[in-house]
T-cell receptor
Framework: DTAVSQTPKYLVTQMGNDKSIKCEQNLGHDTMYWYKQDSKKFLKIMFSYNNKELIINETVPNRFSPKSPDKAHLNLHINSLELGDSAVYFC????????????FGQGTRLTVV | GIQVEQSPPDLILQEGANSTLRCNFS?????LQWFHQNPWGQLINLFY???GTKQNGRLSATTVATERYSLLYISSSQTTDSGVYFCAIEGSTLGRLYFGRGTQLTVWP
C-alpha cells in the first residue's frame, strides 16, 4: 500500500518522442507536486497542484505539461524529448500547499538517447 | 528563493561512529524536512521539524528557526545509513520545498 506511487520506474526513449509519467497518492492529500533531480542530485520543484488546480509553475519548458484528473492523480507529459531532459522525476504530495509534510514517490529515471 | 546550505558535503564513517549534519537556511521557515535518499534512489522521510527537537531511534534532529539552522544527529551509524541526506525548507513562499545539495554519507563496516 504505497502512499505515493509513480509509473514507470525507468523510462528509456529516443529524442523527439513524447512520454508520460503517472503518479497516484492514496494519502487523501490535496496537494501534489513534480520535482526534478538532475545528474548532480539537485532537487528542484517543477509544478504544484492543489485540488486539481495549478498553483506553482516554475520556469519549465512548455514541452512539459502536467495534468491532474482528480486530487489523487498528477501526471506529467513531456513532448519532443531532448537529451537534457534526462533526470529522475519525483512526484510528491502533502495535505496542504504550505506548512505540511511532503511525501515522495520512488522516482522515475528518464533517459533520453 | 531560499538559500539552503548543507555541510559537510561528504562524510565517511566507520560503523558505530556518531555524526552531525548541518543545514543553514536564509529565510523564515514554514516547513523543514530531512530526507534520506538511499542507494536505490528512494527519498525517505526522516523528520518534519520546522522547530524544536525530535528523536526517532538512532536519529534525532533539532531546528533553531530563529538562528536559521537545523542539525541531524546519527548515532551508532550502520552501513544501511549510507546514502545522501537532504534538508528541504519551505519559507515564506508556500508550497515550494527548496532542497540543499545534500550530505553524501558512506558508512564502512
Amino acid at each position: 500500500d504505497t502512499a505515493v506511487s509513480q509509473t514507470p520506474k525507468y523510462l528509456v526513449t529516443q529524442m523527439g518522442n513524447d512520454k508520460s509519467i503517472k503518479c497516484e497518492q492514496n494519502l487523501g492529500h490535496d496537494t501534489m507536486y513534480w520535482y526534478k533531480q538532475d545528474s548532480k542530485k539537485f532537487l528542484k520543484i517543477m509544478f504544484s497542484y492543489n485540488n486539481k488546480e495549478l498553483i506553482i509553475n516554475e520556469t519549465v519548458p512548455n514541452r512539459f505539461s502536467p495534468k491532474s484528473p482528480d486530487k489523487a492523480h498528477l501526471n506529467l507529459h513531456i513532448n519532443s524529448l531532448e537529451l537534457g531532459d534526462s533526470a529522475v522525476y519525483f512526484c510528491a504530495s502533502s495535505q496542504d500547499p504550505g506548512g505540511t509534510e511532503a511525501f515522495f514517490g520512488q522516482g522515475t529515471r528518464l533517459t533520453v538517447v | 528563493g531560499i538559500q539552503v546550505e548543507q555541510s559537510p558535503p561528504d562524510l565517511i564513517l566507520q560503523e558505530g561512529a556518531n555524526s552531525t549534519l548541518r543545514c543553514n537556511f536564509s529565510d523564515s521557515v514554514n516547513n523543514l524536512q530531512w530526507f534520506h535518499q538511499n542507494p536505490w534512489g528512494q527519498l525517505i522521510n526522516l523528520f518534519y521539524i520546522p522547530s524544536g527537537t525530535k528523536q526517532n531511534g538512532r536519529l534525532s534532529a533539532t531546528t533553531v528557526a530563529t538562528e536559521r539552522y537545523s542539525l541531524l544527529y546519527i548515532s551508532s551509524s550502520q552501513t544501511t545509513d549510507s546514502g545522501v541526506y537532504f534538508c528541504a525548507i519551505e519559507g515564506s513562499t508556500l508550497g515550494r520545498l527548496y532542497f540543499g545539495r545534500g550530505t553524501q554519507l558512506t558508512v564502512w563496516p
